[in-house]
């Protein structure tokens, strides 16, 4: 049988397996509207947050004006007293509560120190800092209009007292993220990790159809066999790039600075190296529902292994060095770098050494196990 002929019966026996057809399609079109949907709101703004105002003074409306400048939260309102807010932010109603105390605007302009309380829910890290970071960006620029009015009224120049108050300047430039937003973070990265989940299934799946019939699969040539599967595998996945890379990515503001050149550079080892990887998978279990479960448990461990989430160094060795065998973790950062970091191939070595080490490997790893599989034929009653 020639090559060609396995690679048409590999696509017919894909159009047959409708679960399959149903991991690789409906998978990753399921997961392209649901997966941006957490960050569609790219950043945390606009986070309800009550002020207690217990001075009532035109300082105290002043630092009020202040914070509602910002973006990162929305003051819902202005409370009298404490235990309302406290009730509000209780009941969920509220992110965080700011507290002006009696006396503020006595006691800053005699020069006393004073102090605001900010109260916020510390489960939610990211609400809780906007509420922080706020408090204090207002607390800081009401403290310097005061320290140059006096300054202005003990005779003073504006511009002198200006430089006395911000001797350093600085600016503030976001690079690689100039956004700042969590889709331009995590959805790069993630997008990979889907697709090679869905591919190791997809494998899986086929694998599994093989081994429970009594086709004449037992008599095709292995590497010929191996070699077709990996292929149709691979451009059965090349429009599901096609739609994240060029259409998902770009819908959601993510900047994707990598030439087509550098996109198929770390996409064709990925790919390769995920179909096998797949197919070597799928030799070790008889029933599909195994290595489907397998996937589906091994998904975050992946992630947060991979090392744009979180710092390897604070991970176990163990078990980063024992996902790094899988070809997601460095086409995930390559993805990154190339995209996000905008290196050319000559940047990514390291990430597409280990891609085509790993389309060796699994390679090895997959061919071995089709003639373990060959030998066998579809009765082994010791597979799971």
Known sequence: MSWWQLFKREWLGLLADKAAMLTAIGGILFYAVIYPLPYANHVALDQPVAVVDLDQSATSRQL???WLASP????????????????ALTEGELKGMIVIPHQFERNLYRGEQVQLAAAGDGSFLLPYSNLATVALQGAGYLSASVRLQRGVASGGDIA????????????????????????????PGALV??????????????????????????????????????????????PSCILYFDLVLP?????????F??????????????ALAGVAISTLFQRRAVPVQLMVLTGMPILFTSGF????DSMSALLSGLFAWLPAQPAMIAMIKANQL??????????????????LAWGILALLGLKRRQALGSDDPTDV
């Open 193 to 238: 990790l889907i697709l090679h989940q869905t591919l190791l299934m997809v494998a899986a799946m086929l694998g599994a159809n093989n081994w429970n019939t009594r086709g004449d699969w037992p008599g095709y040539p292995t590497v010929s066999w191996l070699s077709a599967r990996a292929a149709m595998l691979a451009c059965l996945y090349l």
């Open 64 to 66: 009020l004006r202040m």
């Open 261 to 274: 050149v550098t996109m198929v550079g770390v996409l064709t080892p990925f790919l390769l190296a995920t």
């Open 72 to 87: 990162k939260v929305a003051l819902t309102q202005v409370y009298p007293d404490q235990s309302a807010a406290e009730s």
């Open 309 to 312: 989430v979180w710092p390897t």
């Open 251 to 259: 819908w959601q503001s993510v900047v994707m600075a990598a030439p």
């Open 160 to 187: 002198t007292e200006m430089r006395r108050l911000q001797p350093v300047q600085t600016k503030f430039q976001p690079v690689f993220n100039p956004g700042m937003s969590y889709s331009s973070y995590v959805l």
């Open 342 to 359: 905008n290196l050319g191939l000559s940047g990514l070595g390291y990430e597409l050494s280990s891609l085509w080490l790993q389309v």
